[in-house]
């Protein structure tokens, strides 16, 4: 069955420092997600991807991140000046449509640590 | 905004026995929910989904879940588990939108399993 794939499974990076996280979404869905799950806390939405394009982002989606889909089967993640608090498992989706009926398919993570 | 409330953070049942994990919501519509489950070191796959029609819902691994509106409500059940039940389940609230249709998760239930 496709999967989601995200790499690295584990980043460690020094505060202030850029890190892109990557992510190949199964190759004929349209919609790319994107979350991130602080150690203890909840599965947190920050952002979503269409056509393009932001969809929709939350408020945890700064100025600091970004989305890029650069080569129609990569969707990335940039964290421009990483902080200690955006240390997190940080876990791609993506779907075929955007029908709660389109299943949203997730990647194994990435575990950010900043240092 | 919608939330989701997962009550019990662990819970821990013997091989064989039934399990029932807890999942309450917020939103002022309709819901679409969902739960997933998410083992050590993978990343978060359905279980099972409601939208509308019949109130309970059957998924993979033997899960089934109820919703009840009254007391909004959307309850995981297994008849017996297996100790490769062991795992964290997150219930899940969507939000349809024009193409976000992101997810609100709850905190979480661990599930240990006892031989």
């Known amino acids: 069955e496709p999967e989601v794939t995200q790499t690295p499974s584990h980043q460690v990076t020094q505060m202030g420092q850029e890190v892109i996280l990557r992510c190949v979404p199964i190759s004929n869905h349209l919609y790319f997600y994107w979350y991130r799950q602080i150690l203890g806390q909840k599965v947190e939405f920050l952002v979503s991807?269409?056509?393009?394009?932001?969809?929709?982002k939350s408020e945890i989606f700064d100025d600091q991140f970004s989305v890029e889909r650069p080569d129609g089967s990569n969707f990335t993640l940039k964290i421009r000046s990483t902080k200690l608090e955006d240390s997190a498992m940080y876990f791609c989706?993506?779907?075929?449509?955007?029908?709660?009926?389109?299943?949203?398919?997730f990647g194994n993570g990435t575990r950010l640590t900043v240092t | 905004a919608q939330s989701v409330t997962q009550p019990d953070i662990h819970i821990t049942v013997s091989e064989g026995a039934s399990l029932e994990l807890r999942c309450n919501y917020s939103y002022g519509a309709t819901p679409y929910l969902f739960w997933y489950v998410q083992s050590p070191g993978q990343g978060l796959q359905l279980l099972l989904k409601?939208?509308?029609?019949?109130?309970l819902v059957q998924g993979i691994k033997g899960f089934e879940a109820e919703f009840k509106r009254s007391q909004s409500s959307f309850n995981l059940r297994k008849p017996s588990v297996h100790w490769s039940d062991a795992a964290e389940y997150f219930c899940a609230v969507g939000v349809l939108k024009a193409a976000g249709n992101k997810l609100t998760f709850g905190g979480g239930t661990r599930v240990l399993v006892k031989p």
């Open positions: 409601y939208f509308s029609g019949d109130t």
């Open positions: 989706a993506s779907k075929r449509e955007s029908s709660y009926n389109s299943p949203l398919h």
């Open positions: 991807f269409y056509n393009n394009e932001i969809s929709e």
